[in-house]
């Protein structure tokens, strides 16, 4: 009979013992709760002991934990506008006040302050600065007055904020167009401002080679006016020695030129009197001091002159 009381027995003091024995892993920490009072704080791992049925355990984690806010338009000291996203790392450092800040929600409800907390801090430091700071190395020193009033805020909550960064700082959507339209205008005036100065220096080159060409070819001129003038000068000397060598016999070349010039074609016509002194070489190869030799008992009979339109004959 008394196996059969002590077996249940020995059941009911095993669980009561197993409950009130809780073990707390080197990734966590502990609170032991009567009922909803915290009544002591486990933060070593290792094995804990409460009272079965009476007390309860909460596990949170010792671990630094992340968080990623949700974008924030913010409006910096230029009035631009920017979209920001930052990401923050925290980590629980007191578990009383956080037990007390966030209740039965636990670590969620941390997120939601926090985030709530940089939400505000992102606007108020940024609202300070300029897009140059921004986008420059002084957004060090940003992120930094931003994780001191994380830090600040978050020590009501007990958690430790270890750091904040800005991961995006970005346009509205509204005004990437407006942005972009700038930019392809900048783009299009630079453009333009090379296009002319490429076609202002092609009109210098231009203009370089015309006077070039011009200067070129009135050069040429003179001298082909300078050779010419000395070719004329020299064929005239040659033709006044030739002249003075002999008149006569340069006349009758000069006649014949000009009858060859003159009677050239089937269709040439001269309306001339008979006597005219052009014809002298054609009534005798002596011309006028032929005929002024010869008498006028005598006359040399005169050669047959070609027929010319128009003009007279002699019977």
Not at 18 to 37: C, H
Not at 156 to 166: H, K, P, T
Request: glycine share 6%.
């Amino acid at each position: 009979m008394r196996a059969i009381y002590l077996v249940p027995a020995f059941v009911v003091l095993l669980v009561l013992v197993l409950s009130s024995v809780f073990i707390v892993d080197e990734r966590k920490k502990a609170l032991v709760l009567q009922f909803g009072q915290v009544v002591q704080v486990k933060e070593d791992p290792g094995l804990g002991f409460k009272i079965p049925l009476m007390q309860d355990v909460v596990l949170y984690e010792d671990r630094i934990l992340g968080l990623q806010t949700q974008p924030i338009e913010v409006t910096l000291l230029s009035d631009r506008r920017l979209v920001v996203d930052a990401f923050a790392r925290w980590r629980i450092v007191n578990l009383v006040e956080f037990r007390q800040s966030v209740g039965t929600a636990g670590e969620e409800r941390a997120r939601q302050l926090l985030s709530n907390i940089l939400s505000q801090a992102i606007p108020e430091v940024l609202g300070n600065a300029t897009q140059e700071q921004v986008l420059s190395q002084d957004r060090a020193g940003l992120m930094n007055q931003i994780l001191t009033i994380a830090k600040r805020e978050g020590q009501a909550l007990g958690i430790d904020v270890i750091d904040v960064r800005l991961t995006r700082t970005d346009l509205p959507e509204q005004n990437l167009e407006a942005t972009f339209a700038r930019m392809r205008a900048e783009r299009d005036r630079e453009a333009a401002d090379e296009r002319a100065r490429g076609g202002e220096a092609a009109q210098r080159v231009r203009a370089a080679a015309d006077r070039t060409v011009v200067e070129l070819t009135s050069d040429a001129r003179r001298q082909a006016d300078v050779i010419r003038g000395e070719a004329d000068a020299e064929r005239n000397g040659i033709l006044a020695e030739a002249y003075g060598q002999d008149p006569e016999f340069f006349a009758f070349i000069r006649s014949l030129a000009a009858y060859e010039a003159s009677l050239k074609g089937a269709n040439s016509s001269i309306v001339m009197q008979p006597d005219s002194e052009f014809f002298d070489y054609l009534r005798s190869d002596a011309g006028r001091a032929s005929g002024a030799s010869v008498g006028p008992t005598t006359p040399a009979p005169a050669p047959a002159a070609p027929a010319v339109e128009g003009a007279p004959t002699n019977p």
